[in-house]
């Protein structure tokens, strides 16, 4: 979307859920800021004064962050934000931030989107807080009801890791097209959620799509580079595989 097209807005935390014990969601009203366009998949960015300890002294902070929601939904727009030790942002969202407080938003950006008529199956791959940008499409296709089938493909360390794990199960069961295979890293005690094992070759062969497939990755640049690798080993060509790095 052309930056002529973004705007910074000040906008109302309305909602904050505890998604997982380190993911929390954030939902925002757009209240006169209202139409927001943006396209599937795209994020925002969040600018805030916070402490700075290695200069000991407040400073300015910027963060992406991939909406979650669906351009469908007209009056929020929706975040998911991992706690991350050691950051600035991340912690001052989980610890500092509430309901009734404003935010400096800036918005939207990116090309990591799914686009109405591209294709009639995706693959979305998706490890950890990755899933961000996979829920906003998803609801969006499905709130659409378009003829195109969903794949998800979600891997996290254990069952209690798995953000959104309600909605997308809720709507397996009312959706013929979307299907999601989930696996975990680090099985426990609690241990009953899908397959054991991090994404290898003979788990993408098992769930390649037609040829046309587009394939989404999301997460750490050296996790995309490795499975961006195994996908064109099993044949897919490149211009079918996206990209999101961190």
Not at 51 to 70: C, D, Q, V
Request: proline share 7%; charged share 25%; net charge positive.
């Amino acid at each position: 979307m052309p930056a002529r097209d973004q705007k910074e807005m000040k906008l109302i935390v309305s909602e904050i859920r505890q998604e997982t014990p380190e993911i929390k969601s954030f939902r925002f009203d757009l209240g006169s800021n209202k139409p927001f366009p943006f396209r599937p998949g795209q994020f925002i960015i969040i600018t805030a004064e916070i402490w700075n300890p290695k200069r000991n002294r407040m400073g300015t902070a910027n963060r992406a962050f991939s909406l979650s929601s669906s351009p469908t939904e007209e009056e929020c727009i929706e975040i998911a934000a991992k706690r991350y030790e050691g950051g600035r942002m991340t912690p001052w969202l989980h610890d500092t931030v509430k309901t009734g407080d404003v935010l400096n938003v800036k918005g939207p950006e990116g090309q990591f989107v799914f686009t109405k008529g591209e294709t009639d199956e995706i693959v979305l791959i998706a490890g950890g807080i990755g899933i961000a940008p996979y829920r906003g499409m998803i609801r969006y296709i499905l709130a659409k009801e378009l003829p195109v089938r969903i794949k998800l493909l979600y891997s996290a360390r254990t069952p209690a890791d798995f953000a959104f794990k309600p909605e997308f199960d809720a709507a397996m069961s009312r959706h013929q097209n979307f299907h999601c295979v989930y696996t975990i890293t680090r099985p426990d005690q609690t241990h009953g959620t899908g397959r054991v094992g991090r994404f290898d070759e003979a788990f993408f062969r098992d769930h390649l799509g037609p040829v046309g497939t587009l394939y989404y990755l999301c997460g750490p640049d050296r996790m995309i580079k490795e499975q961006a690798q195994i996908l064109t080993t099993l044949g897919v060509p490149s211009p079918m595989i996206r990209s999101e790095r961190w």
